[in-house]
T-cell receptor, first 116, second 111 residues
């Protein structure tokens, strides 16, 4: 998992609560991203970043915020949790800044989130 | 635009071969292949860049036909350890740094 640490591993939230999923890497990787995985839907990109101070939206960004103030950390914030956000969340990182440079993307171990 | 994988599922006996296809309606710059076992994170298998190259290691290889916007993953003489869900991720280049995945192909290898 290329030194990617996700916390927490499991979390139960009530509808309307906010929380932050943490993703940290200590290998100075430029590219970081968040995916959610739901049964039958594959992996869907939420947000991504090509470096500190740079973030952009993925396929399913609504309801989530991100920031990249340092190279090491890329937290994902749920502002007001909804049952539809129950999912497994994966942080994925790549050594290089851009995908087109043959950037290999490695996944963290995942965070299981349940919103009730 | 999510790539389309086929088949959705395949069941093999140990030693048999399988092909998993990944196609896109958009021009592609690269294709990434991953395998995921139940309850675990996806694990990187290989990346293919624009240029129609074929890559492989051990008995798993892949091809990328950029003109047809398609990639195929070839599993030869399958082993029990090949069981899992295979995902292709596609990147269209042109400054878009989004790696978009298909819905996956579930491969089951039986003794």
């Amino acid at each position: 998992n290329a030194g990617v640490t996700q916390t927490p591993k499991f979390q139960v939230l009530k509808t309307g609560q906010s929380m932050t999923l943490q993703c940290a890497q200590d290998m100075n990787h430029e590219y970081m991203s968040w995916y959610r995985q739901d049964p039958g839907m594959g992996l869907r990109l939420i947000h991504y970043s090509v470096g500190a101070g740079i973030t952009d939206q993925g396929e399913v960004p609504n309801g989530y915020n991100v920031s990249r103030s340092t190279t090491e950390d890329f937290p994902l914030r749920l502002l007001s949790a909804a049952p539809s956000q129950t999912s497994v969340y994966f942080c994925a990182v790549g050594r290089r800044k851009f995908l087109s440079s043959g950037n290999t993307i490695y996944f963290g171990e995942g965070s299981w989130l349940t919103v009730v | 635009q999510q790539p389309v994988q086929s088949p959705q599922a395949v069941i093999l006996r140990e030693g048999e071969d399988a092909v998993i296809n990944c196609s896109s309606s958009k021009a592609l710059y690269s294709v990434h292949w991953y395998r995921q076992k139940h309850g675990e994170a996806p694990v990187f298998l290989m990346i293919l860049l624009k240029g129609g190259e074929q890559k492989g290691h051990d008995k798993i290889s892949a091809s990328f036909n950029e003109k047809k916007q398609q990639s195929s993953l070839y599993l030869t003489a399958s082993q029990l350890s090949y069981s899992g869900t295979y995902f292709c991720g596609t990147e269209k280049g042109g400054g878009s740094e989004k790696l978009v995945f298909g819905k996956g192909t579930k491969l089951t290898v039986n003794p």
